[in-house]
């Protein structure tokens, strides 16, 4: 009876032991990212039924590249009390390969092979008959017995074999090269799919008690460098009487080894990475950026304020470091609208667009395609790095807006006044608007610049209507041109020069410009 009772006393136990430990692997999953510009925060959501007593929790399955100390837990109910959270790599459980695609490939690998076997076979069989179709090949002669048809007969089907044979393994050969053609290229596409998929995978190890048997909960998070996302803009222009279009995307990359199936994501400029350095009001304890996989990183410089975005839609991201594009935003702004044109470089006019209360728009530097009208111009890179309130944008070049420029110089040695040689320099710039619109028109043009220790003087005329920079020899012009107007601006310039520099060997045509820079796409 006393042992009985011990027996029934060890069960009991073993049954509060067990109650009470409590091993539950869970595959966990991604319910929403944020990706930072150079990192990224995972965040993961499971429900558990959790019994009475302790219970250790293994999520598996996670990206190995997980930030030291970044692990984040929180638990629905405050009587659930967390023991311990550690996080370790697996090297010893092999990772299931999640992208159906790879799977796919491999085994039309498998089969291409299988296929490729085959087909040497029958090209060794057929070798072998063909090595054989001759050999001892000798039937006799007229002296045994076997007449000249005969003989003629048998060297019919020799060669009539010989050709069907050389003809099917031709036909063979030439499969085998197209399914190895296939096979390679299978297995190209498997190993750029599987770039930085990850061999080994980490686990979160997380023990809690509950003192009652309940449903928890369990909300965890942790960041990784393995991804990151760069703005790419859209700049649409379609008219000078409608606001100008900006259609903001960014390119997210992943490179975490596990891929995001039908994520909601948030995009964010803030650094979470800089939480665990020391402050710094002058940013020395910053480091810069490696690349991360062959991604490149680049430096822009943004608002002090952070920024941050909430993507509409769920995307799919596959971990292959590849950019994907998403959308983030689509703006319309006021715009003011006018030409910059620079007729000694370019008879055509560049389309600016100057944007008031940018600010508000949350935009950050970024690659621009920009779109006049429907027609690609090109990309520029927009620098919203800037305390001004207007930010201008350059949208092409337009042949709508058309410049001549003439210049008739006179350099006349006899033409002395004083005691000085006479250049004089004439110019006519004749400004077409073809458009069906009208537009202000910004002309730039220069004249020579000299300064006070020059003995050339420098005479100009007819620029009432000009700003004139003399120290960078710089016209600006600002006019209205309606639609199919011209418009022509006329100035002048006269240069003196000493007489004595001319009889000691000086050349006409002394003029001296400063360079003029006009934007490129």
Not at 204 to 219: E, G, N, P
Not at 221 to 247: E, H, M
Request: charged letters at 25%.
């Amino acid at each position: 009876m006393k042992n009985l009772l011990l027996t029934v006393s060890a069960i009991v136990f073993s049954f509060v032991i067990n109650a009470q430990n409590n091993d539950i692997e869970v595959a966990a999953k991604i319910s929403h990212v944020t990706i930072y510009n150079s990192s990224a925060e995972i965040n993961y959501k499971k429900e558990i039924n959790l019994l009475r007593g302790k219970t250790t929790l293994i999520f598996t399955d996670l990206t190995p590249f997980i930030v030291d100390n970044t692990v984040n837990l929180k638990i629905s109910n405050p009587d659930v009390d967390i023991m311990t959270v550690t996080e370790k790599i697996n090297y010893t459980k092999e990772r299931k390969n999640n992208d159906a695609i790879i799977n796919s490939f491999q085994d039309s690998v498998s089969f291409l092979k299988n296929e490729i076997g085959l087909h040497n076979c029958k090209v060794e069989a057929l070798k072998m008959e063909k090595s054989l179709l001759f050999k001892d090949e000798s039937i006799g002669g007229v002296s045994k017995g076997i007449s000249v048809a005969e003989i003629e007969k048998a060297s019919i089907y020799f060669n009539k074999r010989y050709a069907e044979l050389s003809t099917e393994l031709y036909k063979l050969v030439e499969k085998v090269k197209l399914l190895q053609l296939k096979s390679e290229k299978f297995t190209s596409q498997i190993n750029e799919l599987a770039i930085n998929t990850a061999t080994s995978t980490s686990e979160i190890i997380v023990t809690v008690t509950s003192s009652t048997a309940q449903t928890v909960v369990f909300d965890f998070s942790f960041l990784t460098d393995k991804a990151g996302w760069a703005p790419i803009y859209d700049c649409r222009y379609q008219g000078a009487n409608t606001p100008i279009k900006f259609i903001f995307r960014a390119n997210v990359f992943n490179a975490t080894g596990t891929s995001w199936d039908d994520v909601a994501i948030k995009l964010s400029t803030s650094n979470p990475m800089a939480g665990f350095n020391t402050p710094s009001l002058n940013n020395k304890n910053s480091t810069p950026k490696e690349s991360v996989n062959g991604i490149e990183f680049r430096e822009i410089q943004v608002n002090n304020s952070i920024a941050e975005y909430d993507i509409q839609h769920k995307y799919s991201i596959p971990s292959d470091s590849k950019p994907y594009m998403i959308d983030v935003n689509t703006f319309e702004m006021i715009a003011e609208y006018n030409y910059l044109l620079i007729p000694k470089l370019d008879i055509y006019g560049f389309l600016m667009a100057k944007i008031p209360n940018w600010n508000k728009y949350n935009l950050i530097p970024g690659t621009t395609n920009i779109y006049n009208k429907g027609s690609y111009m090109g990309k520029t890179f927009l620098n919203t790095y800037t305390e001004n309130d207007t930010l201008s944008v350059f949208l092409g070049k337009d042949n709508n807006i058309q410049a001549v420029r003439k210049e008739i110089s006179t350099n006349n040695s006899r033409n002395i006044i004083g005691n000085y040689f006479n250049e004089k320099s004439e110019i006519s710039i004749f400004i077409k608007n073809t458009s069906s619109e009208s537009f202000k028109i910004e002309v730039l043009d220069q004249v020579p610049v000299y300064s006070d220790k020059d003995k050339e003087k420098l005479t100009v005329q007819n620029i009432e209507k000009a700003i004139y920079n003399n120290k960078e020899g710089l016209l600006t012009w600002n006019v209205k041109i309606n639609s199919n107007e011209v418009s022509v601006i006329d100035f002048k310039y006269d240069v003196k020069i000493p007489k004595d520099e001319i009889y000691s060997g000086y050349k006409m045509n002394p003029q001296k410009f400063k360079t003029i820079s006009c934007p490129s796409f």
